[in-house]
């Protein structure tokens, strides 16, 4: 048994979403619900989850695919590049938006910027696009983002989730692919998994393993 279970069990919807905190899952719900237009800044360490909970959070608000307009952070070298990805976004969504979206989403990833030029545009789209566009940042590097930015922005750390809040989608898992798994060994693998890495990566890919395993009994047999 081969399965990539990160691509084939990733969370496609805030409800999947296996949230490491009531904090996290508040701020999230209170977003979905479309009616704050905040900036919003994702942090914490690699493979918390905080690009997937980015990509969520417009799907949720729209109820469908959202239309969102994506950008690594490491591309905008400008204050131009800055000013030019607000006013492309909005005149992407006047132009193919039939129906029209409830903002002009820009997410922002591996945000870090500190360069003065740049970060004061950031602060006049910031400013002037408030109810109209959501931007949503994600950063392994909160500490070194200019406080008047972050002075715009909701901001809340996503922390790698503890073993017991990852179990119940740990266990979806061997359910959905009928492997019959004792939750006690499943509990310590994720409990190791944890302790060696804090990562939810770490835990889909120890789960391949547990999946690899089972495949070579079942051939030995």
């Known amino acids: ?82 000013h030019n990805l607000y006013g492309r976004n909005k005149h992407f969504n006047r132009t193919f938006t039939c129906d029209g979206q409830r903002f002009n989403y820009i997410i922002i990833e591996e945000f870090s910027i500190t360069n003065k030029l740049l970060v004061d545009a950031f602060k006049i789209e910031l400013d002037k696009t408030l109810g109209t566009d959501l931007t949503i940042f994600s950063t392994n590097r909160f ?47 994720l409990e190791v998994t944890y302790a060696l890495n804090q990562d939810n990566r770490k835990y889909y890919q120890a789960i391949d393993k547990i999946f690899r395993s089972f495949s070579k009994i079942k051939q030995t047999n």
Do not use: W
Request: include cysteine; aromatic fraction near 6%.
């Open 1 to 82: 048994m081969f399965i990539n279970t990160r691509d084939k069990y990733s969370p496609k919807s805030l409800a999947e979403f296996v949230y490491p905190s009531s904090e996290v899952e508040e701020l999230a719900t209170a977003y979905a619900s479309g009616n704050i237009d905040t900036p919003l800044i994702l942090h914490g360490s690699s493979g918390s989850g905080k690009s997937l909970l980015q990509q969520l959070i417009p799907n949720a608000i729209e109820n469908s695919k959202a239309l969102v307009n994506d950008v690594k952070c490491a591309d905008l070298k400008s204050a131009s590049d800055i």
């Open 143 to 189: 500490s070194e983002i200019d406080g008047g930015i972050r002075s715009r922005c909701e901001e809340i750390e996503v922390k790698p989730c503890s073993p017991s809040a990852f179990f119940p989608h740990a266990k979806r898992m061997f359910d959905a692919e009928g492997v019959a798994f004792d939750d006690s060994v499943l509990m310590k693998c």
